[in-house]
């Protein structure tokens, strides 16, 4: 059974930066999707970025490309999200997520992930 648990998050001024980690444990597949996604109070769970195991293709939100870069270390199981440039819009809780043999159209659709972590808290004051 694959776990995932997400840590990194906190409290950063507008403009900041932060750094989410996502530990994975668990699973046997070569062939995966690790994806962030994020979801604000009243609003949709939306996507945010992925990357491909084991080709490391990354895939970006269109709105976030540039300020958030996805990245792994495939000796730990870990994959990271680098956020640049913070602004209030980006306050959310954000989930790490895992989709076992993925395909290109669905890696971005939240309902096609399987396995996903508790989340942890981003918040940007304003």
């Known amino acids: 059974q694959v776990q995932l648990v997400e840590s990194g998050g906190g409290l950063v001024q507008p403009g900041g930066s932060l750094r989410l980690s996502c530990a994975a444990s668990?699973?046997?597949?070569?062939?995966?999707?690790m994806a962030w996604f994020r979801q604000a109070p009243g609003q949709e769970r939306e996507f945010v970025a992925a990357?491909?195991?084991?080709?490391?293709?990354?895939y970006y939100s269109d709105s976030l490309k540039g300020r958030f870069t996805m990245s792994r270390d495939r000796s730990k199981n870990t994959v990271f999200l680098q956020m640049n440039s913070l602004r209030p819009e980006d306050t959310a809780v954000y989930y790490c997520?895992?989709?076992?043999?993925?395909?290109?159209?669905?890696?971005?659709?939240?309902?096609?992930?399987?396995?996903w972590g508790q989340g942890t808290q981003v918040t940007v004051s304003s």
């Open positions: 997520a895992r989709l076992v043999n993925p395909i290109s159209s669905t890696i971005r659709i939240s309902d096609r992930y399987t396995y």
């Open positions: 668990g699973g046997t597949s070569n062939s995966y999707a």
């Open positions: 990357i491909r195991s084991p080709n490391g293709a990354t």
